[in-house]
């Protein structure tokens, strides 16, 4: 796809009359950029904007320029755009003619499809400006005239995949299928066909349905339009209220033999249950609940026996992951990376750093660099360079720009070959023989005190041993990888990608089952601290979140428990982390669900986003089976504990009730570790509890 960037003049000229008289320096115009990309014009104004290219109220750009061609996805590209729209957004104080404004954003999305920056002359405009005495003294005046300007009337938002499609058809038009129907609203049916459609799809998907007969010469069957728009609001997805004007439909009349108005038939797995006449709402009202209440019941009888339980921490979508964003003393950071530590490259990654760490506004009000590819290379070609005990400095800087998701966006998915960087820096972990010249002898280091379970015996004392990765670089590349999860582009490769996934789950599963000692310079030994494990769970339940949110998707799909318990996605309960009995074929896991569905399920899953787990039943075990370890060993932080316990629960939650997680949990006594710890440890008691549950 082409990418064009629309440069238009808001001065309308005058700048490039008055520019030099005014300031002394010669400037051509006020510039306000879009990008043009698949026949659609993106631009910031109130919040990110769309508009066919050349029709916003700018008018006609004064200079279009191709800026390169992208070879993103349509999908990807759409997903990195709504990513940004928490920072570029709607309210009147994010947009900055100055500091943070439509040029940012151009220079943003530039960066992500092209790996390029918009012309230097642009981005430097604000400025070259405010370096005038001139533009100082006029910047707020020059702002308050402009803004009307900057922000215009263009269709707000970046379009979403839609939650569910359009409203009903129109007239004479067959009536859509069951999962297309809207929620929350009556719908209109014209004829036998368009009913019968309602009635089928509503039985079809385990709902119940209720037609309301009316005429249009009905005064009594006016009074009570508004108490069924409120009972269709009510009944959400337990429902559908359908409305027949009989004097129009002539043949429902006749099929259903109604010969008065207001009539009310109600059905459930398509059998007529109830029918009633008159202009009585409160009769209305109690019907169509004791309808409701019928349709719940049945739809907890069939769902995951999990959904029957009160469990409020994990009957909900996750939505707030796990992050590291303490900064430190960047000097001293920068003064590890010796002698790598000079040159631009470092120093627009330190500037941008401490801009962003010291902003009075919103951090991402701060530009991005412009180098990101150099960046990439930096980080790549500096890693294995650098002597092991200062590898972590150079992995907290990598932590510290993914937590912009801009930033973390653009390495997504212009990193290549695939990943890159990352893996050159997730490499970092892998054990090294005493003979690599980048270990210190002064270092710190940690000493393997136990052999992994599963592992052959440690060789003999003659054998050189690989030292394992130092403690420090081993945390800053756990908290690398749960900043991955600033940008949902990152977690589609998760899903997708075993590679990456396996790399993180075998580093957090191994710092949580390490037994290493640390060893200073005067060659004390002490145990690795419990910040480690800490951080281990941390990781793991971003990536238990991940699957978990996928989970509770294909459920709700496969049996469409539209509202109701645990069905309302929610703010995640704080994890606890500092910011530093239905037979086999009933309870199929996701995996297995999809392997038995029909042709084309999978395709249409996917329209809805709903997809496949992310996490293979492998990796789910191998995950269980770590946590569930780890938590038996665990005496000293409570704080590991419920992270652990949060983790697991998020993982079992859902499964196969007679499936291989579930079997690992019992065969490794979870039961009766939970009660140990929750009687050790005041934090986490109440995720516990509800984990504790899940085996009842």
């Not at 909900?316 to 430190?328: A, H, M, R, S």
Request: net charge negative; with cysteine; charged share 20%.
């Amino acid at each position: 796809m082409d990418v064009k960037l629309y440069v238009y003049d808001l001065s309308k000229g005058l700048a490039r009359m008055y520019s030099v008289a005014l300031t002394g320096t010669q400037m051509d115009a006020i510039y306000h950029t879009s990008i043009v990309l698949n026949g659609t014009e993106y631009y910031f104004g109130q919040g990110i904007q769309t508009a066919f290219p050349g029709s916003t109220h700018h008018g006609h750009p004064m200079e279009v320029i191709g800026l390169g061609t992208t070879e993103l996805p349509k999908d990807v590209i759409q997903e990195y755009i709504q990513s940004l729209e928490e920072i570029y957004s709607p309210e009147s104080q994010s947009y900055d003619l100055f500091l943070h404004n439509c040029n940012n954003f151009t220079q943003d999305l530039s960066m992500f499809l092209l790996g390029k920056n918009i012309p230097e002359h642009i981005r430097n405009l604000p400025q070259t400006f405010l370096n005038t005495p001139f533009g100082q003294m006029m910047k707020p005046q020059i702002e308050n005239a402009l803004r009307g300007v900057t922000q215009g009337t263009g269709t707000p938002g970046v379009p979403h995949p839609p939650s569910a499609p359009a409203r009903a058809p129109a007239p004479v038009a067959p009536a859509p299928a069951a999962a297309a129907l809207p929620h929350g609203t009556v719908q209109m049916a014209n004829n036998v066909q368009q009913l019968d459609t309602y009635l089928n799809t509503a039985s079809q998907t385990g709902k119940g349905a209720v037609i309301f007969f009316t005429s249009a010469t009905c005064p009594p069957c006016k009074i009570l339009y508004p108490t069924y728009d409120e009972l269709a609001e009510e009944a959400g997805g337990y429902a559908v209220l359908v409305k027949v004007d009989i004097s129009v439909a002539l043949d429902v009349g006749m099929k259903y033999g109604v010969r008065a108005t207001p009539t009310f038939m109600t059905f459930l797995r398509g059998e007529k249950v109830d029918e009633w006449s008159g202009a009585n709402p409160g009769m209305l009202r109690g019907n169509v609940r004791l309808l409701v209440q019928m349709v719940q019941q049945e739809q907890l009888a069939n769902a995951h026996p999990h959904r029957r339980l009160d469990l409020p921490t994990l009957q909900k979508q996750i939505e707030n992951y796990v992050l590291y964003k303490k900064v430190p003393p960047l000097d001293r950071v920068r003064q590890k990376l010796s002698p790598h530590d000079s040159g631009p490259v470092v120093s627009s990654i330190i500037d941008f750093l401490q801009a962003r760490n010291n902003a009075t506004t919103a951090p991402a009000d701060i530009p991005i660099p412009t180098n990101l590819p150099e960046i990439a290379t930096y980080l790549q070609a500096t890693a294995p360079h650098l002597p092991r005990e200062n590898r972590f400095a150079l992995v907290d800087l990598a932590r510290l720009l993914f937590l912009d998701p801009r930033v973390s966006g653009y390495f997504a998915e212009r990193d290549s070959p695939a990943h890159a960087t990352l893996s050159s820096l997730f490499s970092l972990a892998s054990p090294v023989s005493p003979t690599d010249p980048s270990t210190s002898a002064s270092a710190h280091t940690s000493t393997s005190t136990s052999t992994p379970p599963g592992s052959q015996s440690a060789p003999a004392a003659s054998a050189p041993v690989s030292a394992p990765a130092p403690y420090n670089l081993r945390m800053t590349l756990l908290q690398l990888a749960c900043n991955l999860f600033t940008t949902p582009l990152y977690t589609t490769h998760l899903t997708t990608d075993r590679a990456l996934r396996d790399t993180i789950t075998h580093l957090a599963t191994g710092a949580l089952l390490s037994e290493d000692l640390i060893t200073d310079t005067n060659g004390n030994k002490t145990k690795i601290p419990a910040n480690l494990r800490v951080v281990a769970a941390s990781c793991l339940y971003n990536l238990t979140a991940l699957n978990h949110n996928a989970r509770l998707r294909l459920i709700d799909h496969d049996h469409d428990p539209r509202s109701g318990p645990g069905s309302t996605p929610g703010p995640a309960p704080e994890p606890g982390f500092r910011d530093e009995s239905k037979s086999k074929s009933e309870t199929k896991s996701g995996e297995q669900r999809h392997a038995e569905t029909e042709p084309g399920a999978e395709a249409d899953r996917r329209e809805l986003g709903v997809g496949l787990e992310p996490l293979s039943e492998e990796e789910q075990v191998e995950i269980a089976a770590a946590v569930i370890e780890a938590l038996d060993k665990e005496a000293e932080s409570g704080e590991t504990v419920r992270g652990l316990v949060f983790a697991l629960g998020l993982l079992v939650y859902g499964a196969d009730v007679e499936g291989s997680v579930v079997d690992v949990c019992r065969a490794m006594g979870l039961e009766g570790i939970l009660r140990v710890k929750g009687g050790m440890f005041r934090e986490g008691r109440e995720v516990i509890a509800e984990v504790g549950c899940l085996f009842k």
